[in-house]
């Protein structure tokens, strides 16, 4: 699966953004997808992901109650809608896939196959 990330940007604390990730190949509907973001100088960390065939949707808890993570099978794209955004929530933001999921294994980003390229959001005033 080939993954293209976008939707980055700079964003003053408190405000919004919308990333989205278009997939290639078939069958998105059976494809775990998943937000991960790096920080400078820091590992990258698990964001929020949608498990394949509907499944459930899993969070960070840095993510809980400000991000929403949400996919349109028919487009092929996984979404992630975050609202209040803090200075601490800058980084690099990438999405990954994986065919091949379970739920204990959805926060590792060793469990993911296929990653995009990532789009940068930064956080400031």
């Known amino acids: 699966v080939q993954l293209q990330a976008s939707g980055g940007g700079l964003v003053q604390p408190g405000g919004s953004l919308r990333l989205s990730c278009a997939a290639s190949g078939r069958n998105f509907r059976g494809i775990t997808m998943g937000w991960f973001r790096q920080a400078p100088g820091k590992e990258r960390e698990f964001v929020a992901a949608s498990k394949q065939y509907g499944g459930a949707t899993f969070y960070a808890d840095s993510a809980k109650g400000r991000f929403t993570i949400s996919r349109d099978n028919a487009r092929n794209t996984v979404y992630l809608e975050m609202n209040t955004l803090k200075p601490e929530d800058t980084g690099i933001y990438y999405c990954?896939?994986?065919?091949?999921?379970?739920?204990?294994?959805?926060?590792?980003?060793?469990?993911?196959?296929?990653w995009g390229q990532g789009t940068q959001v930064t956080v400031s005033s």
């Open positions: 990954a896939a994986s065919s091949r999921m379970i739920n204990s294994q959805i926060y590792y980003a060793q469990s993911y196959y296929d």
